[in-house]
């Protein structure tokens, strides 16, 4: 790619929302070495509010679509509106063909993306780039973080590492969060658990979480409440129900940067591998992380307080996604006693 860097920058992540929370650390490497580049940020609209007030870029655009309809009428009025903001580069953290072509169509001279990103098939998109990037060849054993800025040191010849960085956390959202906060008993210790994921495949039992939750009320004393979204709220009061102690279900009741705001308020989160889990990394909480098929290696929190239980049987296939795993028992290998004990350490 040509040596002088682009001014203006379009990043194209259309996936979901711990992918574009572990994506935005390859705007932050963009910004170590380009720090004059003014990155504006392509994504869906579920995703967009955990971006708002980004202090690495300078806009966020949500694209409205439904993936299986040909509007052609509005993609092509999308189209005019890249244009009028002329960007000369555009990057792709999703390997998507729509965003591709898009970018394509508004003539963006400079268009980069990655050989491999969330899998290893080939794909004909990157056709309708001008320069294609080679990530790391170790796809499975690498983190999904260092993939992404692997298409930043491919395409820009530049070293280094950055971590992802969430939109600006207000006082509204701290104020909505410790307001949320208030029913639980002061003085003792917070532990939120997210105990669903967005595949069936990730969840640890629920049984599992009524038995963990018993047993750290009765030997740490700690008030523990379920955070998730609004779709997890009937399945999470499940779990509170089931148990012996009270438990404050807030799940759908912050949004994604509230939500940030109150891991900051709490003394642990316990979860199963969801964006969520990405978005409270940023935070400095300690966390503990539930992960079954897909690799931990790839997708573990990074944060400096952390703990992975995964436990991988000898027949266990390596997969890229969780769907693609055949086997629906490897999860429940994990024992409550090691995520007590792990639990446990963290409060102390």
């Known amino acids: 790619m040509e040596q002088k860097p682009a001014q203006k920058v379009l990043v194209h992540c259309l996936v979901n929302l711990g992918d574009v929370v572990l994506a935005t650390s390859a705007i932050a490497l963009l910004k170590q070495h380009f720090p004059q580049m003014r990155i504006s940020m392509l994504v869906k609209p579920s995703v967009a509010e955990v971006l708002q007030g980004h202090s690495l870029l300078e806009e966020v655009i949500p694209l409205v679509y439904q993936p299986k309809e040909r509007s052609w009428r509005q993609m092509l009025r999308f189209v005019k509106e890249l244009q009028n903001r002329h960007f000369d580069l555009s990057i792709s953290l999703d390997r998507k063909l729509r965003p591709s072509i898009l970018t394509l169509l508004a003539g963006i001279p400079l268009r980069v993306g990655p050989d491999r990103l969330f ?6 998109v990157r056709r ?5 990037v080679h990530t ?16 930043i040191r491919g395409a820009f010849k530049v070293k280094g590492s950055a971590k992802p960085v969430i939109g600006a956390i207000t006082n509204n959202h701290r104020e909505k969060a ?13 532990v939120a658990l997210c105990v669903k994921g967005t595949y069936y495949l990730k969840n640890w039992p629920q049984e599992s979480f009524v038995a963990l939750i018993d047993r750290l009320s009765s030997q740490t004393g700690v008030s523990c409440l379920l955070v998730g979204a609004p779709e997890d709220k009937a399945y999470a009061q499940q779990i509170a129900d089931a148990s012996s102690v009270p438990i404050l279900n807030l799940c ?6 509230e939500f940030a705001a109150l891991c900051r308020q709490i003394d642990l989160l316990i979860t199963i591998d969801t964006g969520g889990m990405h978005i409270a990394a940023t935070t400095g909480v ?4 539930i992960f079954r098929c897909v690799s931990a290696k790839r997708w573990a929190p990074l944060c400096k307080k952390s703990y992975v239980a995964q436990h991988r049987l000898p027949e266990c296939p390596t997969v890229d996604t969780p769907e693609k795993c055949p086997m629906h028992y490897c999860v ?3 024992p409550v006693e090691e995520l007590a004990a792990a639990a446990e350490r963290f409060l102390k």
């Open 252 to 257: 759908g009741e912050t949004s994604l940067l």
């Open 128 to 132: 309708l780039w001008s320069h294609a």
């Open 136 to 151: 790391s060849d170790d796809f499975l054993n690498t983190h999904q973080s260092e993939l992404f800025q692997d298409v």
């Open 332 to 334: 429940q290998d994990i």
């Open 286 to 289: 300690p966390i503990i992380g």
């Open 119 to 124: 899998d290893n098939k080939p794909s004909q």
């Open 178 to 190: 410790k307001a949320l906060l208030a029913s639980l008993p002061q003085g003792n210790k917070r």
